[in-house]
């Protein structure tokens, strides 16, 4: 299966619009693939690799605005105040994720 297959067989949900994010593993991917190019992420997706270990990549695909919609209330922000993360922005939480998966392999 090709990058493109993956993602639509593991990350429909959010590629139509269902949910906000999908954290979707990737493994023995050609060292030719990228991440998804400009043309998804015009439709409003964005991609981060989150982490890489032992042939296998974690991405997470997401919608940031209906990301930032869910985790901006105040039951949320709590909860992830309790877990490092400061809110300030999309790009400060993901980057706390990374190091949450870093440091904790899986941090849930």
Known sequence: MTLSDLLVVHSA???AGIKCASLIS????DAKEQLPGKELQ????SFMSIT????TRLL???REKELLKTIRNEKAERILRNFGYDGSSISSLLSRLQQR????????
């Open 13 to 15: 949900p959010t590629l």
């Open 42 to 45: 015009a439709k409003g997706l």
């Open 52 to 55: 890489a270990k032992n042939g």
């Open 60 to 62: 997470l695909v997401y």
């Open 26 to 29: 990737l493994a023995n991917l």
């Open 101 to 108: 998966f870093q440091a904790e392999n899986c941090p849930h």
